[in-house]
């Protein structure tokens, strides 16, 4: 016969390793959240002090002299058509 389990907590509350592991996921989430928002800030000044040094030297944003890697990604309509 099978034993039965002994359970020190009442039905329908969470065990203490679940709301400990729920707790950590929490917290992970909040700190990875934290972090995106951060580079992403990072990112957008980068981009804006990059723009003005362009502007400044005589570039317009977009022109050949800009970093972006969109034309690299997406070829030419001409060639993306099927043959």
Avoid at 46 to 62: I, K, W, Y
């Amino acid at each position: 016969m099978a034993k039965a389990r002994v359970i020190d907590h009442p039905p329908g509350e969470h065990t203490p390793g679940k709301v400990a592991r729920q707790e950590a996921r929490q917290a992970r989430a909040a700190r990875l959240a934290a972090a995106l928002k951060s580079n992403l800030r990072r990112r957008k000044t980068q981009a804006r002090e990059r723009a003005a040094d362009a502007a400044e030297a005589g570039h317009p944003a977009g022109s050949a002299g800009d970093q972006s890697t969109s034309s690299v990604l997406s070829p030419p309509a001409d060639e993306s058509a099927p043959r």
